[in-house]
């Protein structure tokens, strides 16, 4: 048996000896097949339902039921996985009602949470939704809105220290690049920002943790304490060195990072003014043609034209592509003069990071249509045409150089 079919057996033997109503795996051991499930250290999420007609101490009684098959779970995941940590649960078991499915109450604040994720059923090995995916739609502000709620969090768990000195926050160890908590803010943002995304990228740590180190990239150059905290991140996602610790310092600049992007796109969704809608400032963005995105990406060598930047933006990456000059007067850089079918075109279009596209349109006064495309030329790739004249100029050149040496 898998690692996976070994689990689902433990999880169906579990819901048996339990009251709940029914039982779902969800998270990384189901997450695109399981490529995301680590035996050593990933817990198994369950969500376990209460008979619809459950009161109160119905409620309580079949928690205490489920508590020492629990426990027992747990112990027989950790002979299964082979791990030697047995302080830390291996399991979180999510207790709900079908009202709160309904409602989309989380424990972590999303509402989207239930009708926007893979669940499968443990007994039937169905996969399927839970919730009211109709009734709560996801959208682009609610996810900022659950990024920036979790960065309050960790704001108020940093200045809580009690009177013998203890403190909530610590420093991170983890083999993980990222705190998860972090890591699934920031695949909010990265998903809010991204208007082709698909759903399940929206809680995917993965994404989150590229993210995050393009977001710390980008800044390397503006102040030394990103420069530190980009090369601790690349150490732990896999760049040489020694594993770095994330001090809480560290952690809540990387926070603090992370609210900068998402107020900047939350803002530049609410200050449009009420003759148009917010992404109707990029109207052409969504209609570039056919390969466009690719060529550019190709020219720019798959990285950030902002001067001093260079954050790659491959196929992993994050490349937004900025237009230079905009046909409407509320967009930054406007020109009535350039036309509306060529706002779309590669000579209108800059390949940028996240950051540095908030940069230019933020300050288009201090980044004209004429910087930006002193950037663009920059980084054009030389192009020789080899016609007769400047053939016999190389030769005389080269006789010349051979000159010198007889």
Known sequence: MSIREDVFAEARSWFEKTNYSSAYIFGSLIHRDGIQFLKDRSDVDLVALFE?????????DCMRRALPATHELNLRLLARLGRVDAANSITSVLS?????????????????????????????????????????????????????RKAQVYRNDFLAVSPSGQRKVADFEGP????????????????????NSADD????????????????????NDHKEFEWLFRALAMRMGGRGENAVLTPEMQLLLWE???DDA???YSSSKQA????????????????????????????GSRCTFPGCKVPLGENGIAEFAFIRYSMAAGPRYDPTWPEEKLASADNIV???????????????????????????????LRLEFNAKNVMTLLRLLLRIADSYI
């Open 273 to 300: 003014p009420p003759s148009f809608k917010a992404e109707e400032v990029r109207p052409a963005r969504r209609a570039m043609p056919a390969g466009l995105k690719q060529q550019m990406l190709a020219e720019c």
């Open 263 to 265: 107020l900047q796109l």
């Open 351 to 381: 390949v940028l990071c996240p950051t540095h596209h908030a940069v230019i349109d933020k300050s288009p006064d201090q980044y004209p249509v004429s910087e930006i495309l002193r950037w663009k030329r920059a980084d054009e790739p």
């Open 201 to 220: 990228q929206r809680f995917d740590v993965n994404e989150g943790q590229v993210y995050v180190l393009q977001l710390v990239a980008a800044r390397r």
């Open 96 to 148: 709900a009602t079908a009202s709160e499915l309904l409602y989309g109450i989380h424990k972590d604040g999303s509402r989207e949470f239930f009708s926007h994720n893979d669940f499968q059923d443990i007994a039937t090995g169905q996969t399927s939704k839970l919730g009211d995916t109709a009734r709560h739609p996801a959208t682009q502000t609610e996810a900022l809105i659950e990024a920036l």
């Open 52 to 60: 619809e007609k459950h009161g109160c101490l119905e409620r309580v």
């Open 257 to 259: 990072i992370l609210v």
């Open 176 to 195: 993980d690049g990222l705190p998860k908590a972090l890591a699934r803010a920031a695949a909010q943002v990265r998903w809010a920002r991204e208007p």
